[in-house]
């Protein structure tokens, strides 16, 4: 099975350390969930509903149970516990009993000794299905039946909207949201669905433990709250199930949802068997959630001299069928759009709706790339009204510390805004390719679909903004637990998960300087040994990580300082500092502070376009990031050239395509992500103000790259064709001029 | 049926059933897990490894067709514990991260150098726009083939 120490190695915080696990994994020894072996092992397979919203008049496995090599085939009858299950509310069914509400919702689950006798027998169940209406439109989902007639009550002070399919709205009122500028630009901005589309497919292996517990070995963000989520369904106390971390093949907010988890268990438990199983690509697109689309009004207005009066801003966001953290999104896409200025008035809106579209969730950026692509849209449209440079305009309303958000919060701590611009502005733009050229370095590359006759070039700017860590009110934390050894070594047990971001070298960077040595083993993820690390998401991985591992080696020098020597195992729980939500009704503070610190990032992208066929290459990106304080500067360029990847990838190519709510493209020929081809040379300063609320200095830095880049790349394609593109991913036909934009 | 094929210069011999891919044969009946399983579709190059030579996608070769054939992986790169010097490439330029991709792009480089042991930017670019990576932005997978191809 996976679970694997990771041994010494050298480095300290701020050094550039090549990655211990980079051996095993060129190697192909590295254990992924996919990976993973068991003797008598089953394969698992889940059957899927084929429509995005029907009622399920009668499910038949009859015929399923008796075909060679089926240990078990189950349905919702099966589940022993609770029947569901969610992040934010438990709206989701561990397998649809009356109804299905999205293109492949799990309906029922096969074991059997051959993957393809599974997915044979998942072919022979016989379900009756009576297709009901689907609310597809997230404008019209609040006129329609609800999806979720018994909703759970909101709680969490989130103002209750008596509206069908609301999920969750959100406004923030500051100031007077009347006041009036001397200009005003306004514009509507559409963005589509993306997917994480992380390589490595949900997977994972289930055992049961022989006593009615199970272990369950998963490529997952968040261990325990795995936990808690899968014990309920089980009808097992938390101790009985045990969350492991297999190998993570990529994540980036999808794999913060349950997957496999309680699927594989439940087949476990009841062949008594080892279950693993593995999605296919197409069940891995189906299988989790996605970006939410958006859809955002806006209207910015402004002084003469180019200063923000107010920004409004009406977003919609499509959660898809189940809540998943849609609340956090909506709340992040208000909180984050206006961007890192300071305006004195301004009126937000966010709602996130159910539809029977595909559940949308957490994915890098979380909220902020979609609002950050409209309101930076809306910054050029401004700086051309007033005939400012951008980047001019941009310093001029740069939030600084001491400047209140919209949400009444005051920015403390470090909020170098006008540094990254100003950093970012100052990379030098290379010069334009001379044509004739190699037709790879054209728009349209290999296939050779021009000479150049038609290529113009487009410089663009942008400049991103969010939040690291939990916000609102949430209690944070992350444990690690120290044990110090009579000669000198150190194991460090903490359940933070690595998904390719690179904590586990941060890790031992922080233990192998706050312990003076270099024997130091990072020990298996897991529920059993620690308490919880919290989910790798929000970019707090890096921070809470490093908080807790210092915390806890500085306790373990102490008491053996006490103790005079031996053998000493402390755990310390790190929190950072105190958030409370935000008041209902006018999206206001009701403490000190609703987000913890912020991180930005501002990048110049040159793209070229094809006018003539709408096709597009992005030549170079140069890009300034808020990184506090660099703990591993290679993983951070690494963070920063893969997050600029994402976001050239939704500015330009990754979308999701329904019809009536079901995928038509889920498969990496038809979801097309970039490429070696579609990549440009990334060129990065680190911007370092050290975070004084953090450990190190340091901010999370996976997260603003992708939330600048898509803004930049869309900005660069309007320098160069002069049409607004106001959704993407843009389309060749808006670049041509064939669609209305 | 049963398949006979050359692995890593080893002769292995196993059962498998008609349906199933050389990528299948190779993780799940021999047990080496090395190449990856990302899409089984042929357009991510996870699963790529060398068929008599040539760089083929495992998850679109049947098991059965490369019965008799001889096959490299990427667990038949390194010498022991010396890596091989494209995957010391990729480990010193940062170019893992999560890794799915990586053995396949490690094999696709190694193909490369073979028959082009100084290649340009563009003829990276080229070679290796068959292998998806979702995390890298490829910029450090670029610098670890120009550093293998400097070692
Ligand atoms: S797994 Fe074979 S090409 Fe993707
Ligand atoms: S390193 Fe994760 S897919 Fe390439």
């Known amino acids: 099975m996976s679970a694997t120490a990771t041994t010494p190695g050298v480095g300290r915080v701020g050094d550039s350390v090549p990655r211990l696990d980079g051996p095993p994994k060129v190697k192909g020894e590295f254990a992924y969930a996919s990976d993973l072996q068991a003797a008598g092992m089953l394969w698992g397979h889940t059957l899927r509903s084929p429509h995005p919203h029907a009622r399920i008049v009668e499910i038949d496995v009859s015929a399923a149970l008796t075909m060679s090599g089926v240990h078990a085939v189950l349905t919702h009858d099966d589940v022993p516990g609770q029947k569901t299950y969610g992040l934010e509310f ?103 669905i993306q997917d994480q589309a992380f390589l490595g497919p949900e997977s994972g292996l289930a055992v049961p433990d022989g006593e009615g517990g199970v272990d369950i070995y998963v490529a997952t963000q968040w261990l325990h709250v795995d936990r808690d989520q899968v014990a309920p369904c089980l009808g097992l106390d938390p101790e009985q199930v045990r969350i492991h971390l297999a190998g993570v093949g990529g994540a980036f907010g999808g794999r913060e949802d349950l997957s496999m988890q309680i699927h594989g268990a439940l087949l476990a438990l009841h062949t008594s068997r080892p279950v693993k199983i593995v999605y296919n690509r197409e069940e891995s ?68 709706v159910y539809t029977n579209n595909p559940p949308c969730g957490a994915m890098r950026g979380f909220g902020a790339v979609q609002t950050c692509f409209a309101a930076e849209a809306q910054m050029d449209l401004l700086a051309a ?34 540094e990254t611009i100003r950093a970012a502005a100052a990379i030098p733009v290379p010069p334009a390719e001379e044509l004739p050229r190699d037709p790879i370095r054209l728009p349209g590359g290999a296939g050779n679909t021009t000479r150049g006759e038609g290529v113009r070039r487009g410089v663009g700017f942008a400049v991103g903004f969010k939040n690291i860590c939990y916000s609102e009110g949430f209690d944070d934390s992350c444990a690690a637990r120290v044990v110090l050894r009579a000669d000198g070594s150190a194991e460090v047990h903490c359940a933070a998960a690595e998904v390719g971001q690179g904590v586990t070298g941060v890790i031992l960077q922080v233990a192998r300087t706050e312990l003076g040595t270099d024997a130091v083993t990072l020990m298996p993820h897991t529920t059993s040994t620690v308490g919880s690390a919290g989910s790798a998401s929000a970019s707090r991985m890096t921070w809470m990580a490093a908080g807790a591992v210092r915390d806890a080696c500085r306790a373990a020098l102490e008491q053996r300082e006490r103790s005079g020597g031996g053998e000493v195992d402390v755990e ?56 506090g304080r660099a703990i591993n500067p290679i993983a951070l360029e690494g963070q920063i050239e893969g997050g600029t990847a994402q976001g050239i990838g939704l500015a330009l190519m990754e979308e999701i395509q329904t019809r009536d709510g079901r995928i038509t493209n889920a498969s990496f020929t038809d979801y097309l992500i970039p490429t070696a081809l579609d990549m440009p040379p990334v060129e990065s300063v680190l911007v370092e103000v050290p975070e004084p609320a953090a450990p190190y200095g340091a901010k999370g830095v996976g997260e603003p790259p992708t939330v600048v880049s898509t803004a930049a790349v869309a900005a660069a394609l309007r320098a160069a064709t002069g049409k607004p593109l106001r959704r993407v991913p843009v389309r060749p036909d808006e670049i041509v001029g064939l669609a209305l934009s | ?149 400097m070692s």
């Open chain 1, 385 to 418: 009204e007033l005939g400012i440079d951008p980047v001019d305009l941009r310093l001029l309303n740069a939030l600084a510390p001491g400047d209140v958000l919209p949400t009444g919060q005051v920015v403390e701590g470090s909020c170098p805004v006008a």
């Open chain 1, 285 to 352: 697109f189906v299988g989790h959630i996605h970006r939410h689309p958006a859809r955002m009004w806006c209207e910015h207005r402004a002084t003469r001299d180019g200063r923000l009066v107010n920004v409004r801003m009406r977003i919609l966001l499509d959660g898809g069928a189940y809540a998943s953290s849609s609340t956090a999104v909506a709340s992040n896409a208000a909180s984050f759009a206006v961007g890192p200025y300071r305006v004195d008035n301004a009126l937000i809106e966010a709602t996130a």
């Open chain 1, 572 to 627: 310390r729980v790190h929190r950072h500092p105190r958030t409370t939500p935000l008041d209902p009704e006018s999206g206001q503070v009701t403490g000190e502070r609703a987000h913890v610190a912020f991180a930005c990032a501002a990048m110049r992208v040159v793209a070229e376009v094809d006018v003539e066929l709408g096709l597009t290459r992005v030549v170079w990106v140069g890009t300034a990031q808020d990184v």
């Open chain 1, 90 to 192: 438990a709206d989701q069914p561990v397998l649809a009993h009356d109804r299905v509400r999205y293109f492949g919702e799990a309906v029922a689950l096969v074991a059997a000794e051959h993957p393809e006798q599974a997915r044979r027998a998942a072919e022979a169940i016989r379900v009756v299905y009576e297709e009901l209406p689907v609310v597809s439109d997230m404008e019209r989902a609040t006129e329609m039946e609800p999806l979720h007639p018994e909703r759970p009550t909101m709680g969490h002070g989130y103002r209750d909207d008596p509206r069908p399919n609301v999920v969750r709205h959100m406004v923030i009122r500051h100031g007077d949201p009347d006041a009036q500028g001397d200009v005003s630009v306004t514009g509507v901005y559409e963005v589509g």
């Open chain 2, 1 to 149: 049926m049963k398949i006979a094929l050359t692995v890593n210069g080893e002769c292995r011999e196993t059962e498998a059933w008609g349906g199933e891919s050389l990528l299948y044969v190779l993780r799940e009946r021999l047990g080496l897990l090395g190449s990856k399983n990302a899409c089984e579709q042929g357009e991510c190059g996870s699963c790529s490894v060398l068929l008599d030579g040539v760089l083929v996608c495992a998850c679109l070769v049947l098991g059965a067709q490369a019965d008799g054939h001889v096959v490299t992986t990427v667990e038949g790169l390194a010498d022991g514990d010396r890596l091989h010097r494209v995957q010391e490439a990729y480990v010193q330029a940062g170019a893992v991260q999560c890794g799915f991709c990586t053995p396949g792009l490690v094999v696709a480089t190694v193909d490369l150098l073979e028959s082009n042991p100084s290649p340009s930017d563009d003829e990276i670019r080229e070679a290796l726009s068959g292998n998806l990576c979702r995390c890298t932005g490829y910029a450090k997978i670029f610098d670890a083939v120009h550093r293998a191809a």
